[in-house]
């Protein structure tokens, strides 16, 4: 059974930074790419940042390009999501997303697999 567990969120100023973590278990995850998306509250989730777990291929949302960094450690089975110059308006539940192949799409439909989320707040 595929679990995906978020960590490293909390309380953050306005330009400051946090590394989250999704530690994955339980299923095959070197062919399948790996998603960061966001939902705010009152808001519809929305796509952040994608890595294929093979080869290092990226995709970023336009509003956080040059701010966040994916990452994977393919020992650890553990996908990273460190974020700078953080926002307000960036105040969300982090979810961490298998997709259902390689391709690191920004659609949520291509991911089948989601974690519990982790609460990152910015504060100004």
């Known amino acids: 059974q595929v679990q995906l567990v978020e960590s490293g969120g909390g309380l953050v100023q306005a330009g400051g930074s946090l590394r989250l973590s999704c530690a994955a278990s339980?299923?095959?995850?070197?062919?399948?790419?790996m998603g960061w998306f966001r939902q705010a509250p009152g808001k519809e989730r929305e796509f952040v940042a994608a890595?294929?777990?093979?080869?290092?291929?990226?995709n970023y949302a336009d509003s956080v390009k040059g701010r966040f960094t994916i990452s994977r450690d393919n020992a650890k089975n553990t996908v990273y999501l460190q974020m700078s110059s953080l926002k307000p308006e960036e105040t969300a539940v982090y979810y961490c997303?298998?997709?259902?192949?390689?391709?690191?799409?920004?659609?949520?439909?291509?991911?089948?697999?989601w974690g519990q989320g982790t609460q990152v707040t910015v504060f100004s």
């Open positions: 339980g299923g095959t995850f070197s062919t399948y790419a």
């Open positions: 890595i294929r777990w093979s080869g290092g291929i990226t």
């Open positions: 997303a298998r997709g259902r192949s390689s391709l690191p799409t920004a659609t949520s439909s291509d991911y089948d697999r």
